[in-house]
């Protein structure tokens, strides 16, 4: 492993585009549950996937009260980025970063210093609203402050529509020019470095294969097998804190001294 490490790190080394794609194995590194792997949230409770169902969110008010409790609620809120976020943005520093495209919600790639005309947010982001019916956007906090305020299921102020984070949810088309980019990046990539994702949601899967037909090295990190390492030049398992900073060559943050 150690050796696959280091090999890897030559490889980025010797990049000048990469396109990092990570999924919610990033994030539980810093608390945030994965709600839809195998030990997600949703996965052992059905009728919490119910709350992220377009469908019986926009019919039902019942259910747009309980999500908006969990979106007050939400992990992300008080969530830090960890050692593997600010690899990535060391990554950017070094200018070898084209894209980063993540199927995460919560913000933390641009907490930890990627700029935000890097990340390609493919299910969107939780620190937006927006209204259903006008497609009005705003900051996600100062609707929570009406939550918290008693305003069970706030609506638009604009047009009296239905509110919602501004996340893909279950049921609910992804956003066509998002995934384009997404995927024309990973055309342009000579490295494609896939971080804590199993890799079997498509369309933003298919960048791994792109990437490889259009000549691209592809790296793979995740905790678990993927349904993609077959086409993984590298597959390296481990904490992605640990792993990624060795891999872009990143100072650790604590300074340890080898006599
Ligand atoms: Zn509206």
């Not at 492993?1 to 539980?28: C, H, K, P």
């Not at 498509?202 to 678990?224: D, F, S, T």
Request: one cysteine or more; a positive charge; hydrophobic letters at 40%.
């Amino acid at each position: 492993m150690a050796n696959q490490i280091e090999t890897a790190s030559t490889w980025i080394d010797a990049s000048r585009r990469v396109v990092a794609l990570t999924g919610a194995g990033i994030s539980t590194e810093s608390g945030i549950p994965d709600f839809r792997g195998p030990q997600g949230l949703w996965t052992k409770n059905p009728k919490a996937e119910k709350l992220s169902d377009i469908r019986h969110y926009m019919a039902d008010p019942e259910v747009r009260r309980l999500a908006w409790q969990q979106r007050v609620a939400h992990p992300a809120w008080h969530a830090r980025p960890n050692a593997g976020h600010l690899a990535l943005a060391s990554l950017e520093q070094s200018g070898k970063l084209h894209a980063l495209v993540t199927q995460n919600i919560d913000g933390l790639h641009q907490a930890a210093g990627n700029s935000p005309d890097k990340v390609v947010e493919v299910h969107g982001t939780i620190h937006e609203v927006v209204c259903m019916r006008c497609q009005w956007r705003g900051p996600m906090q100062a609707t929570l402050d009406r939550v918290r305020a008693g305003e069970e299921d706030p609506e638009c102020r604009a047009c009296g529509g239905i509110l919602k984070s501004a996340t893909i949810s279950f049921g609910q088309p992804l956003i066509p020019e998002v995934i384009d980019r997404a995927l024309r990046a990973a055309q342009e990539a000579d490295l494609l470095l896939a971080i804590g994702t199993s890799l079997n949601v498509y369309p933003v899967a298919g960048a791994v294969p792109l990437a490889k037909a259009a000549g691209a090295r592809v790296i793979i990190l995740n905790a678990q097998p993927t349904a993609l390492d077959d086409l993984a030049d590298a597959l390296l398992r481990g904490s992605i804190g640990e792993v990624l900073p060795q891999l872009v060559k990143r100072k650790p943050t604590r300074n340890i001294s080898r006599a």
